[in-house]
């Protein structure tokens, strides 16, 4: 095995650090395992969900997945100062956005800089322990605090093991007028070793017209070096994509979701089918998704439920995912504030699942049928862990969304039929109802 190589820093980060409290890890539990396509023998499941916070979920991955995976990528707060509102409205005016409904989705609010320092450091700390050797890892800021990760990653990966730093640009309004508009974010590329995955071929890009058109003109072009023009090139350290904004079939209403193709460039270009996939800092899942659908293992952790949620909604939504499995922490508050009500009807050895109704447990308004977002059944729950065989997801602005489900039994027997639903806040309510089919 390659050892990890680690030239010290020339310069050191410091700031008035809290003490050093050691990390406890959760207590992870499996949840539900999700099956997007009917349930086949011996399945192996393709990823995980884990709610929860991010630290004592990686403190407690340690055991299992210590340099194991091959590829993080970090999303983290990006010392904004702000309070992030989701989108869970329906059918609303993309331009008026005092319109919509929202709710709460992440805080990027900090004391001062030293408390987002106190949080980031231990954080990129357990990732470099849980990448393999031949892992990489990106980490995604921008303006506000990328200067100071590159610092802190120095300190933990060596400074020989920055191979890029990539900037993603694109376009936008903004309210500056008194500098240039802030126009782009910093991606920082660190490997584990000298040893890692880079698949150039995967992410090549076609050249620009006016560079073929050159190169065919004249045999003196490129001072008399000849590029394979039909293979095209790996694409310099500045990329451009449009935001999730401009890219209505991928929003999902999740506060600063990134697009799918930057994504697929990063994942492409640094693992393998088959590798293990990891994004700590989740939100609307946009990683794990593209990584499964690439055939990838994947893992994702957020604390926030409209995360979570959204997430789910996205995996189950993805063409080809694989089964997958959701955890949550023992700390979690994670108990059900729905409440359903079901019509069931059988006939013969056929069972027809209706939704009436949903209902809050408390004060919090809720609007039926628009505010359930995903509701799932399994035909045959016998244990604590449910198995979500059969899903009716709405997609993102859609106003429709199916209300009943059908399933037809292949044997006689009593069934425990329980049913899960999701509402736009990331809260979710079961129900459960015994069926008997005699031969």
């Not at 401009?246 to 799918?260: A, D, F, I, N, S």
Request: glycine residues 6%; proline residues 6%.
């Amino acid at each position: 095995m390659t050892r990890a190589s680690h030239r010290k820093p020339f310069a050191r980060l410091e700031w008035d650090r809290s003490s050093d409290a050691k990390l406890k890890p959760a207590e992870l539990q499996l949840w539900s395992e999700a099956f997007p396509e009917p349930i086949q023998p011996n399945t192996a499941f393709q990823g995980r969900i884990i709610h929860g916070e991010n630290a004592s979920v990686m403190t407690a991955l340690l055991d299992e997945f210590e340099g194991q995976i091959d590829l993080i990528y970090a999303d983290p707060p990006f010392l904004t100062g702000k309070a992030y509102r989701a989108r869970i409205g329906q059918g609303e005016d993309s331009r008026a956005p005092k319109s919509w409904r929202t709710t709460q989705g992440f805080h990027d609010n900090w004391s001062d800089g030293a408390a987002y320092l106190d949080m980031l450091f231990p954080r990129l700390q357990l990732m470099h322990n849980l990448l393999s050797e031949s892992g990489t890892l990106y980490l995604h800021l921008d303006w506000h605090a990328s200067a100071y990760a590159r610092v802190l990653m120095d300190e933990i990966f060596g400074p020989d093991r920055l191979i890029n730093e990539i900037v993603w640009v694109y376009h936008g309004p903004s309210p500056i007028r008194s500098a240039f508009n802030r126009k782009h974010d910093t991606i920082l590329a660190y490997t584990k070793s000298k040893e890692y995955t880079f698949n150039a071929d995967d992410v090549r890009v076609a050249y620009n017209p006016s560079t073929i058109k050159t190169f065919k003109s004249s045999p003196r072009a490129g001072f008399g070096k000849q590029p394979d023009l039909e293979r095209g090139k790996v694409p310099e350290d500045w990329w451009y994509f449009p935001v999730v904004a401009r890219l209505h079939k991928e929003r999902t209403g999740y506060p600063t979701q990134k697009p799918e193709a930057l994504l697929e460039r990063i994942i492409l270009a640094s693992s393998n089918p088959g590798d293990l996939v990891a994004d700590f800092f989740s939100g609307s899942g946009t990683s794990v998704s593209v990584a499964a659908r690439l055939k990838r293992r994947w893992l994702a952790c957020d604390p926030a439920p409209t995360a979570f949620t959204t997430t789910y909604r996205r995996l189950l939504m993805t063409s080809g995912v694989e089964p997958f499995t959701l955890w949550k922490t023992a700390d979690t508050h994670n108990e059900p504030a729905l409440d359903l009500e079901v019509q069931i009807t059988t006939n013969e050895d056929q069972v027809e699942v209706r939704i009436e109704t949903i209902s809050s447990r408390d004060s919090t308004e809720l609007h039926f049928p628009e505010d359930l977002v995903l509701w799932e059944v399994d035909w045959s729950h016998e244990n604590e862990i449910f198995q979500s065989q059969s899903q009716v997801i709405r997609s993102w602005r859609s106003e429709e969304l199916s209300l009943q489900l059908q399933h037809q039994y292949s044997s006689a027997g009593v069934y425990e039929i329980r049913i899960r639903a999701f509402d736009s806040l990331g809260r979710y309510g079961l129900f459960s109802y015994k069926v008997q089919f005699k031969q």
